[in-house]
């Protein structure tokens, strides 16, 4: 049985390819998948019978089979779908090559970075040898450090712990010629009464003084025995007081057989803990203040 493609069918027929396949559609009732050529799966195909009567419906006038000088049209055919597949070949061969040489780029472009990367690990592993080594610097530096500062710290404890004997010195002098002075007023004035007073020895007069002192109250702490606790130097809270980071009280009071002239009270006590608890000689205690005795 002859069959014809449909380009075959629409030039016997002499009509336009996309009116045939409506006919097609319209007086077969043959649909899109209907009638494949087994060969190519793009191509369909009517038979000598359906063409004739497509042409009989719409009356057209189909050439004879056995016309002298007729050529075949399988060739033709068979012709036409090596040409699309050789296109098709060449098509891809050009994407191909195109293919590849966007991967030579990128590849060089890849080689580039690596070797980017390769000097930045070799920089990379030079810091890290650097910093392996900074431990031992460091330490080395405390280590000549700590002496400096330890040889620059105790001239100034020093320097503040005499200064600041020398100020209770003054303080002691001036509070004893302060004391005669008012003995020696009282005497002048019991003379121009006309009373006489009794003789005392110096000893005598030293110890009735020192008896009229008032002993320091309960709410005040002296000064060296709250600095002693926590062994902060005297030297170092005098100064703190006299610069008035601690809130200190002076005045002149008995403690433990002694005249002292600077006490704290609540306030200076929180004052005192408060700047010096972060040293590191400082010592420490669950409670504060302590309880002073």
Not at 20 to 41: H, I, T, Y
Not at 171 to 180: D, F, I, K, R
Not at 224 to 251: E, Q, T, Y
Request: hydrophobic letters at 35%.
């Amino acid at each position: 049985m002859r069959t014809y493609t449909f380009g075959q069918c629409a030039r016997l027929l002499a009509i336009d390819p996309k009116v045939f396949r409506q006919w097609v559609k319209e007086d077969l009732a043959l649909q899109k998948g209907d009638q494949v050529s087994r060969a190519d799966r793009r191509t369909r195909y009517l038979t000598r019978e359906q063409l004739e009567r497509l042409a009989d419906l719409h009356e057209r006038t189909l050439p004879d089979d056995n016309e002298p000088g007729k050529q075949p049209q399988v060739p033709f055919v068979a012709y036409k779908l090596l040409e699309e597949r050789l296109g098709r070949a060449e098509e891809t061969l050009h994407v191909g090559e195109r293919t590849v040489s966007s991967l030579q780029e990128e590849l060089t472009q890849v080689q580039e970075h690596l070797t980017q990367l390769e000097q930045q690990v070799g920089n990379l592993m030079q810091w890290m040898t650097l910093l392996g080594g900074l431990p031992a610097w460091m330490e080395q530096i405390e280590t000549y450090i700590e002496p400096l500062a330890h040889a620059r710290k105790q001239p100034d404890d020093r320097l503040a712990e005499l200064e600041a004997q020398h100020r209770r010195q003054l303080a002691e002098v001036e509070a004893g010629y302060q004391h005669h002075i008012a003995e020696l007023e009282a005497q002048l004035a019991l003379y121009r009464r006309g009373q006489h007073p009794e003789s005392t020895s110096p000893t005598a007069t030293k110890k009735t003084a020192r008896t009229r002192l008032k002993e320091l109250p309960k709410t005040l702490a002296s000064r060296h025995a709250v600095a002693a606790l926590p062994h902060i130097p005297d030297s170092v809270v005098a100064r703190a007081c006299n610069s008035g980071k601690i809130a200190a009280v002076n005045g002149k009071w008995l403690y433990k057989s002694r005249v002292i002239f600077q006490a704290l009270g609540k306030r200076g006590q929180s004052d005192f803990y408060h700047l010096f608890h972060t040293r590191a000689d400082f010592t420490r205690c669950k409670q504060w203040p302590h309880e002073i005795k």
